[in-house]
């Protein structure tokens, strides 16, 4: 499979994993053109893996890394609490806009790390064995890692965990 052939068949899916990662349309296609730069130059080694989608998603969750660790802007989106929210807290359509955009909220509030364990396990059905390869750490770090996500998601959204989990 050539890099013109990858990029037309399977750039929208690294798109939306980009996507699903960092929460904003336009830092992900930064990421995928990066993750692509950096492919094009070894193409020929990511092609011989056999894994060129494993590959390419390991770019862009290191490259993603590496933004929010060099991250000067000190811009916040949005949380649920500020009065955008409560004006949106109608019972209409706006619910769905107000449920997302508070999911959004908690999940840009978590690190970097955990984000990436949910979005690989959650949107990516990756297992745990999978997920620790493509971040470089132990199948324990990302269990715990995933555990301290789902917390920090059930407090954002006001939910308790039943004793029955």
């Not at 470089?136 to 770090?141: I, P, R």
Request: hydrophobic content about 40%.
């Amino acid at each position: 499979m050539g890099f013109d052939e990858y990029v037309r068949d399977r750039g929208q899916a690294l798109l939306r994993f980009a996507y699903l990662l960092t929460g904003d349309r336009h830092l992900a296609e930064d990421l995928v053109q990066t993750a692509l730069l950096k492919a094009h130059s070894r193409w020929r080694r990511v092609v011989a893996a056999d894994h060129p989608d494993a590959y390419l998603r390991r770019i862009v969750v290191n490259a993603h890394l590496d933004w929010r660790r060099r991250r000067s802007s000190t811009e916040v989106p949005l949380h649920p609490g500020d009065a955008w929210f409560e004006s949106a807290r109608a019972a209409d359509h706006a619910d769905g806009v107000a449920a997302r955009e508070q999911t959004w909220g908690a999940l840009a509030a978590l690190p970097p790390r955990q984000r990436a364990v949910l979005v690989l396990r959650f949107y990516e059905d990756r297992d745990d064995r999978t997920i620790a390869e493509l971040l470089g750490c132990a199948e324990s770090t990302v269990r715990s890692q995933a555990s301290r996500a789902l917390s920090s998601l059930r407090a954002a959204w006001g939910t308790k965990e039943s004793a029955d989990e």
